[in-house]
């Protein structure tokens, strides 16, 4: 016991770090098991949208999502859930809401919102539609002007 106070006492800083790491991860656990909503991975999310009907709600900016989105996906921006204005998602309130945003960084605090809000099952895509390409898993993209020429007279 002795050499775990000898070892503290010299090594005050490291052991702050690894008490502050330790204290964070516990949070994060805690948060993840008390949060209103859960976290699934690309392919469980396809399986809730083909199977239970489920809804991909994606909450990047509309030039983000016409650069490339999850087919079906609705295109909801943060700033409308937090109004309230949810817009055709409204009639989706039973039915699983999978919440979807570049990174899964950002896509939390819309599914609480949501679940406040009403919506039964609400879900985040873990790491967002970064993971879902890495599952090599499709995306809609918009058509660009490109490859179309006009007809001179």
Not at 2 to 28: P, R
Not at 56 to 78: C, K, M, Q, W, Y
Not at 94 to 109: F, S, Y
């Amino acid at each position: 016991m002795q050499e775990y106070i000898d070892f503290v006492s010299n090594n005050m800083i490291l052991t702050l770090v690894w008490v502050g790491l330790a204290a964070t991860l516990l949070m994060s656990l805690i948060k993840q098991k008390t949060a209103a909503y859960k976290v699934v991975a690309p392919n469980d999310a396809a399986i809730l949208n083909n199977r239970e009907n489920g809804v991909f709600v994606d909450i990047r900016s509309h030039d983000e999502f016409r650069a490339g989105h999850i087919t079906g996906a609705i295109n909801v921006l943060p700033s409308e859930i937090k109004s309230h204005s949810f817009g055709e998602l409204e009639k989706h309130k039973t039915d699983p809401i999978i919440v979807v945003c570049k990174t899964g960084q950002t896509a939390a605090d819309s599914a609480n919102q949501l679940a406040k809000a009403g919506f039964e099952s609400v879900y985040v895509l873990k790491d967002g539609l970064t993971s879902w390409n890495d599952a090599k898993m499709p995306l809609v993209r918009a058509k660009s002007g490109k490859g179309k020429s006009k007809k001179k007279k």
